[in-house]
């Protein structure tokens, strides 16, 4: 539904002293910027969104632009016509129209056009047209004469169709109009005869145009106050020959008959128009918005200080001026839906939450240029993009002033109504950037650690190590185990140093305020049981009290290890650490890591710290043992794998640490023996699996019948 | 359809021929395929994968390099030392010629096939000129240190890469000296073994030459500067083959593992023109040594130690997913090895040296279907009839009434008479065969075992009056002029009156043996024949080709059969057109003169020509019905084709009389036990 927001007043200054109002607005290259002449001698650069200008040059008293100024996209540049031979070009940085670069021309300038993508022309008076490089090549150039004598220009328009430009001019002699198409990749002008119809006396007076694939639709404002619409085409069957256009009635009576000044309409996109003027002979001035498929008056405003019946639209943007001043009217059009008509797609249309698509839109950071009027595709998708820019920052603004002041319980009140609300293509880093405010109000209050907020932020699955770096660092100052073993199954992309730390941390807590924390407990809770924590006790006191100093040497301890089977049986049963501190553990054992960097860290840990976790993965691996799958029981149990290399990389970053400690040694013999019996084992298998095979091969032949025999066969 | 008492007959011993090299010939989309007894097939990957035409093996002629030149030509090249040109026409040897330089392990064809390349055991690399009617040896290459294991040419034909032990040579082809060594390195899997032999080159027409090797690796050199480019090692065992598509951007290797590797040219990003090697798929599809690889433009195709010829579509080059796009294990010869005399109930094996000759048993028993009955007499072994000579049986017959044998080799023709009395059996050769009689590539007796028909190379046929103890020469129809296709397949009718001939491509030949006159000929067909036979009563001749389509054709009228007509017009069913192997053997029903027997190496099938043809919406192989079925559903599906599929893989099937048929099986797993046990791979641990 298209809708005209709140208008506002570009300039304080009066403009448009001149009777005819402005000369014209035109692009600058920077979106959000336009370039205004007025019609005496002033050309100003306003910044939209500001409501300031930039900058404003004037020509010497005496001289008078007689042509509005355009920018040359290619080189940023501004071009203007005084005394209609006179072409300046300057740039942003000249402060003075006098001293900048000059060219008099041989031919009256009736317009210069410039687009995006394309170099910038200039139409004459007498109808020739020329490249802006070509002219200034030779300024003096002879410029012929294309339009018949009385003929005289009305309006003018360029389009880039398929990446060539096309031009299209309207011409008045005797109030017969003609069209001139001129197209610059074949060098072809073609003209078309606009017949009038049955209302031959109206007078013609304002035209717009858009242009399709093939035809330019070329609409009209005639004097009844209809608009008629004549279709162009851009590639003419025969080209030499003058063809002849027909116009059809397209909106009835927009504006009252008989205005003679005042009036003006523009294209805003496929099925809209803007048209500006008296609804009613005796109303004020208004601007509205037609649907030209449905032909209904969508939208109006009234401008009760009068208008000069001009009308520029750029962007999503419509320029006129209001009474003395330039006004801007913000317009937009959204899709609209049979569903939305009825209802279906309300919650679309709630304020705040907007109907995003759910891919990543790459080209919103990249900023967005003004689309010309000319290419009505594009123009659309840049409005669409331009209200997701707009509009999207609010909730998280609001979330992060929030952060900024207030409570906790009040964050963790505004942060559930963020998560509540849609999910935007950038959530995830809308996510960073609010634990990033969170982690640096705790930065400079210590007392302030909004866990509970981050937990939740933790949960909605998006975030990474990279988009948060400080979260794991604050959470391992704080010693919150809870929240590392929360990262350490989230984050895909967690820094070996950063795991080692947790690994530490894991290991060196004391039970009791293990006890205290929250921690899932799933990896573990089929295969420890909670009555270890009995267990436990008796498993400390074997530790310390297994080595023997006499038993130096391997036999001994293997004979030590026979001589005591209820020892083994016992450590083989009981886990050495309480089920919380396994589930950490295996916290970690899921992590990714690369062997080279974690080795250097793994080397930091204490030792006896090492001993615990040997002891605990070897728990894990007579666990896998025990079935014949070599699996864990549970919900993400850490696998055969996970273990055996962890095993390894503990041993191999703690050798000669472990070698030392009394009860690491005992305990790196058992695992030392259980791996030698498992290859015992593997090889017994092998030496065993040719008879197995024969084994199977009796067993075929049994099934096999007799080389011969004879059977009845019966076919059907 | 009737009940038949089945001899079901699993002592055929017959354990094929390892495969030792393929050739795969684009322009013909033929592949030669040569095993470790010498024999040669040939194999028409157009014609359904049909193996069209052999060369029987010899003792002596262990084939170690098999390829096409220029306008077809078939070379080998072998341990004897001989290169040999094969007649692809005649079916026998052109020449050999002796390349003098010991045993040959490897040949190739230049590029632009007119020059052939040896290498041989004395460490020479010998160049030969291609003419147009033999071979001439040019020139030596500078001589190596030990033997040359395979060879590979540089598409413009300049270079050759020549693998020998330890270390790769580059060779300038003009001058014909080594201009690049390249050393392989012996470590395998960390230890240093005694040599590291090159299987296998190719050389790319960027220079890069691929070596495969003893040690398992596959390895890329930079012929230019004699450098290793990139390394894969890819097996614990040999890598003994390899083969590069035509495009280059694609090779397959096979490893004595069993396992055939494929290697793919892809780019290393999308959209990057930057391309590198990646072994892409493994395939298992063997279970011994992979001996020889080739590589057509649409598949991979491989052979080794388990005798069986694996040609594995490649499913991105396939455009039409149809049945042609299925994987072919090819396992036994596509021609009869059994021939079966019907009155005294005896099945004739042929074996590369040897004939064996075995009385069926018998019962008294009768039974329902699916019983096996007990025997009163079990199956003999009358007869061990061992060649004379190195060369290998090419055919051989024995005749209805089981006092005669017959086979051949490549130069002489064998004839027996057996003579039976009570237990007892005596042998008596038939001596003195006339000197036309020496090469057979098919021999038929007819069905009063009067006559015997040779069909010999040359293309011309032979017929044999046989007496007691002797023959007489009746008559020899020479090949149409012009032509010099041997005939293959032979069929007689029973009453003895017409004989049908058939060749490879050309079409089938009606003799009328009454008048000694070609009576006519069946118009030639695309495909090749693969069975012949000609019906009791009616003399129609009925044809199956390697597109499983068969054809009945009525020798007196002249025209193909009302019933082949309507078959023809309607269509085979899509399952019947689907089957891979070819129909190898047709027969009749002595009573039934509307039943047609024919089988293939998975299922046989009786034909009754009174029933309706089945369309494709039809149930084609129709289980075994359940007894409770009403008869009218019964008739309602029946159909013209009766299908068994109990019997596999089946080498022969045929009718004894009216109520006994004998099946001779071949169960794969009794080949796989004859064969040397494969490459043992561990199953426990690591």
């Not at chain 1, 010497?60 to 072409?87: M, R, S, W």
């Not at chain 1, 150039?141 to 003929?151: C, G, L, M, W």
């Not at chain 1, 328009?157 to 990446?163: E, G, L, P, T």
């Not at chain 2, 009228?557 to 019933?563: A, F, I, S, V």
């Amino acid at each position: 539904m298209a809708a005209l927001e709140e208008g506002f007043t570009l300039s304080a200054v009066p403009l448009g002293a001149g009777p005819h109002g402005l000369l014209g607005v035109e692009q600058s290259d920077r979106p959000d910027q336009f370039l205004v002449t007025d019609g005496g001698r002033t050309v100003i650069l306003y910044k939209v969104s500001d409501q300031k200008p930039l900058g404003s040059w004037s020509v010497k008293q005496g001289q008078v632009i007689t042509c509005p100024a355009v920018c040359n996209f290619q080189t940023g540049e501004y071009i203007v016509v005084h005394d209609n031979k006179v072409l300046r070009i300057w740039s942003n940085e000249d402060v003075n129209l006098d001293k900048v670069f000059k060219a008099t021309l041989s031919a009256e300038v009736y317009r210069i056009h410039s687009i995006q993508g394309t170099e910038p022309l200039v139409l004459f008076k007498e109808g020739a047209v020329r490249g802006l490089e070509a002219l200034l090549a030779e300024p003096q150039q002879k410029i012929e004469t294309v339009i018949s004598d009385e003929e005289v220009i009305k309006w003018t328009k360029f389009f880039m169709v398929f990446r060539h430009p096309v031009l299209i001019f309207i011409t008045e002699k005797h109030r017969n109009y003609f069209a001139y198409v001129q197209m610059f990749n074949s060098c072809t002008l073609s003209k078309y005869t606009l017949l009038l119809g049955h209302e031959e006396k109206s007078v013609i007076q304002r035209f717009t145009a858009s242009v399709d694939r093939k035809v330019i639709s070329l609409m009209s404002l005639s004097s009844d106050g209809c608009i008629y619409k004549s279709l162009i085409p851009i590639h003419p069957n025969d080209p030499e020959k003058n063809q002849r256009v027909v116009r059809s009635l397209l909106l009835k009576t927009v504006v009252s008959g008989n205005v003679r000044n005042g009036v003006a309409l523009t294209v805003l996109d496929q099925d809209h128009i803007a048209v500006l003027g008296p609804p009613l002979p005796a109303s004020k001035e208004c601007v509205s918005i037609w649907n030209t498929k449905f032909q209904t008056l969508q939208t109006s405003k009234e401008l009760p200080q009068g208008t000069s019946g001009q009308l520029w639209y750029y962007g999503e943007n419509l320029f006129m001026l209001h009474g003395k001043f330039l006004t801007v009217i913000p317009y937009k059009c959204e899709v609209s839906s049979l569903a939305g008509a009825l209802g279906k797609l309300k919650h679309s249309q709630d304020p705040g939450t907007q109907t995003v698509p759910h891919f990543v839109n790459w080209e919103t950071s990249r900023g967005y240029g003004f689309g010309s009027q000319n290419s009505e595709q594009s123009k659309r998708i840049l409005r669409r993009r331009k209200i997701e820019v707009s509009v999207q920052p609010p909730p998280s603004k609001q979330l992060l002033s929030t952060i900024k002041k207030d409570s906790e319980k009040r964050i963790v009140e505004e942060l559930c109504k963020f998560l509540a609300s849609k999910q935007t293509p950038d959530f995830h880093t809308i996510i960073g950037d609010i634990v990033l405010e969170l982690l640096g109000r705790h930065k400079v209050e210590p007392s302030f650690y909004p866990r509970n907020a981050l937990m939740q932020l933790i949960r909605t699955h998006v975030l990474s190590y990279s988009l948060c770096p400080g979260l794991m660092e604050v959470a391992l100052e704080k010693t919150d185990v809870q929240m590392l073993q929360l990262c350490l199954q989230q984050f895909p992309d967690i820094p070996e140093s950063v795991t080692c730390a947790c690994l530490k941390i894991f290991l060196s807590i004391s039970d009791d305020s293990l006890q205290e924390a929250e921690i899932n407990m799933e990896s573990v809770s089929d295969y420890i049981d909670s009555v270890q924590e009995e267990k436990m006790e008796e498993q400390t006191e074997i530790l310390h009290n297994g080595f023997n100093p006499e038993e130096e040497n391997c036999d001994n301890c293997d004979r030590e290890l026979n001589k005591k089977p209820q020892d083994t049986a016992e450590e083989t049963t009981s886990c050495p650490v309480i089920p919380k501190r396994a589930a950490l553990l295996n916290a970690i054992l899921h992590s990714a890591y690369s062997e080279m960097f974690l080795l250097p860290h793994l080397k930091d840990i204490p030792a006896q710290h090492v001993t615990l976790f040997l002891q605990y993965l070897y728990f894990l691996y007579l666990k896998c043992s025990e079935n014949a799958t070599m699996t864990l029981p549970g919900l993400h149990p850490p696998t055969l794998n996970q273990i055996m290399d962890w095993i390894c990389l503990l041993l191999d970053a703690n050798f000669t640490v472990v070698v030392m400690i009394p009860e690491a040694k005992r305990l790196l013999l058992s695992l030392y023996k259980f791996v030698k019996s498992q290859i015992c084992i593997c090889s017994e298998l092998n030496k065993i699996e040719v008879s197995f095979r024969e084994l199977q091969k009796l067993n075929q032949e049994k099934n096999n019948r007799e080389l011969y025999s004879i059977e009845v066969l019966e076919l059907f | 359809m009737g009940e038949f008492k089945v001899h079901r007959v699993r002592f055929f011993n017959y354990v094929p021929s390892g495969i030792r090299c393929v050739a795969y010939n684009n322009q013909s989309n033929r592949l030669a395929v040569s095993r470790t007894d010498g024999t040669v097939e040939i194999y028409n990957l157009s014609a359904n994968y049909f193996q069209e035409k052999f060369f029987p093996g010899h003792e002596s002629r262990a084939t170690e390099a098999l390829c096409w030149a220029k306008g077809q030509r078939l070379f080998s090249a072998g341990l004897n030392g001989e290169i040999i040109e094969y007649d692809l026409q005649a079916l026998n040897i052109k020449y050999t010629m002796d390349a003098f330089g010991g045993p040959i392990w490897s040949m190739a064809v230049s590029p632009h096939g007119s020059q052939l390349l040896v290498g041989c055991e004395d460490g020479s690399v010998k160049l030969f000129q291609i003419t147009p009617d033999k071979i001439q040896f040019e020139r030596n290459f500078d001589r190596q240190k030990s033997r040359i294991l395979s060879l590979s040419w540089h598409p413009s034909g300049t270079h050759i890469a020549a693998g020998s032990i330890d270390y790769i040579s580059v060779f300038d082809v003009k001058s014909g000296s080594t201009v690049q060594k390249m050393l392989v390195d012996r470590q395998y899997m960390g230890v240093s073994k005694r040599k590291c032999i090159i299987w296998g080159v190719a050389f790319l027409s960027d220079g890069t030459v691929i070596s495969v090797d003893s040690a398992g690796k596959v390895q890329f050199w930079d012929s230019a500067t004699g450098t290793l480019v990139k390394n894969h090692l890819i097996a614990n065992a040999d890598v003994q083959s390899i083969a590069v598509s035509d495009q280059e951007d694609s090779f397959v290797v096979g490893t004595a593992e069993g396992t055939v590797f494929h290697f793919q040219l892809v780019s290393v990003t999308s959209n990057s023109s930057e391309k590198q090697w990646v072994r892409t798929k493994p395939f298992q599809h063997h279970t011994h040594d992979v001996r020889a690889v080739a590589h057509s433009p649409t598949a991979l195709i491989s052979g080794g130690t388990d005798t069986h010829l694996v040609i594995r579509p490649l499913m991105e080059k396939v455009e039409v997913k149809n049945y042609d796009a299925a994987l072919r294990k090819i396992t036994f010869p596509h021609r009869r090895l059994i021939s079966c005399s019907k009155k005294r109930q005896l099945l004739l094996f042929q074996f590369t040296h040897h004939l064996e000759l075995w009385r069926l048993g018998s019962t008294v028993a009768t039974g329902k279907n699916g019983d096996t009955l007990p025997l009163s007499k079990n199956a003999d072994h009358l007869l061990h009839l061992k060649t004379k000579g190195p060369e290998n049986i090419i055919c051989s017959c024995i005749s209805p009434c089981g006092s005669w044998i017959a086979y051949s080799t490549t130069s002489r023709f064998f004839l027996y008479r057996l003579n039976y009395e009570h237990d007892n059996i005596s042998l008596q050769r038939v001596s003195k065969m006339p000197a036309f009689l020496r090469s057979a590539l098919q021999i038929l007796f007819s069905e009063d075992s009067a006559k015997l028909f040779v069909a010999s190379n040359q293309g011309s046929l032979h017929i044999i009056r046989l007496l007691e103890g002797s023959f007489k020469h009746l008559h020899t129809f020479q090949p149409q002029s012009g032509t010099v296709e041997s005939m293959c397949l032979l069929a007689v009718s029973p009453d003895g009156n017409w004989l049908a001939a058939s060749g490879t491509s050309a079409g089938v030949h009606v003799y009328n043996i009454k008048n000694l006159k070609l009576h006519c000929t069946v118009p030639s067909y695309n495909f090749p024949v693969t069975a012949l036979a000609i019906a009791p009563n009616t003399n129609n001749l009925v044809i199956a080709h390697s597109d499983q389509q068969v054809f009945e054709y009525s020798i007196p009228d002249k025209q193909y059969t009302e019933w082949s007509r309507t078959i023809q017009k309607q269509g085979f069913h899509y399952l019947w057109l689907q089957r891979d192997t070819p129909i190898t053997h047709i027969s009749f029903h002595p009573k039934r003169p509307m039943h047609i027997l024919l089988h293939d190496a998975y299922m046989f099938c009786i034909i009754d020509k009174s029933l309706p043809l089945p369309n494709d919406k039809t149930l084609f192989y129709n289980p075994l019905p359940p007894t409770n079925e009403s008869d009218v559903i019964r008739r309602r599906t029946a159909h013209a084709f009766k299908i068994s599929k109990i019997y596999k893989p089946l080498l022969f099937m045929d009718l004894l009389d009216e109520r006994t048929l004998v099946a001779v099986e071949r169960p794969l797993d009794d080949i796989i036990a004859q064969l040397p046990p494969p490459i043992k791979k561990k199953k426990f641990g690591t």
